[in-house]
């Protein structure tokens, strides 16, 4: 059991989302249109988790580490976010769990928001299209404030929005970078054991609490 927080900020991708179907069908679409060869869901889902800018570089260069060439990555950039913006929500889904646990967070009264670094264009057709929008009292996407996740900026952000501090405040996320955003800002942590890591275990990371869904909530808050 964890402490009871006031305030419990919660990741999209990978945590509320699995965006992946869309994220490789706009990245192959895009190495399609580049002229190279797609590179299929498997792969991609082991990029995703720190943007789509991120994204696209890892997409060019083939690998999570290293730089595509600057004129590349100018012209695939403008190929993706204009595939993103009509495939937002196409394939994507909840994962199971989540409109149990945003009904418990909700009915315990608790302040929920939501902290993302997928831009705001994408971030709120995409909440919307799923239809839990609502159940959030503020949305940080990754281009709200100058810095995003790992800095602890933009939960900082969000404590301050509902007046709570960070001692009293719990992440629910999936990965690394999520981990390190908490620890600095002083929040409790939880991961999903699903969620986007780049293929490592999140218990690595050493979060307070790894779950298999968001249905366990009420078991550990």
């Known amino acids: 059991m964890l402490r009871r927080p006031e305030m419990v900020l919660i990741d999209v991708d990978g945590t509320l989302v699995d965006s992946v179907p869309d994220l490789a069908f706009c990245v192959d679409e895009m190495m399609v249109r580049l002229g190279r060869e797609p590179h299929g869901e498997a792969r991609v889902r082991d990029w995703v988790g720190n943007g789509v800018e991120r994204l696209v570089r890892r997409a060019l260069v083939g690998q999570l580490e290293g730089e595509p060439d600057e004129a590349d990555f100018e012209r695939a950039y403008p190929i993706f976010l204009e ?13 199971a769990g989540v409109r149990e646990g945003l009904d418990y967070l909700r009915g315990q009264g608790y302040k929920v928001g939501c902290v993302t670094n997928k831009a705001a264009r994408f971030t709120e057709p995409l909440l919307k299209t799923l239809g839990i929008y609502d159940e959030f009292g503020i949305v940080v996407s990754g281009d709200t404030l100058t810095v995003k996740k790992p800095d602890p900026g933009p939960l900082l952000h969000a404590a301050a929005h509902f007046g709570v501090e ?3 405040s719990l992440m629910l996320g999936d990965s690394r970078s999520d981990v390190t955003a908490a620890r600095a800002a002083g929040f409790q942590v939880v991961c999903m054991s699903y969620g986007y890591n780049h293929g490592e ?3 690595a990371y050493r979060p307070d609490a790894v779950i298999d869904s968001m249905a366990e909530l009420p078991n550990l808050i």
């Open 166 to 168: 960070p001692a009293a």
């Open 201 to 203: 275990d999140i218990r």
């Open 83 to 95: 595939l993103y913006a009509d495939n937002t929500a196409r394939r994507s889904c909840l994962y």
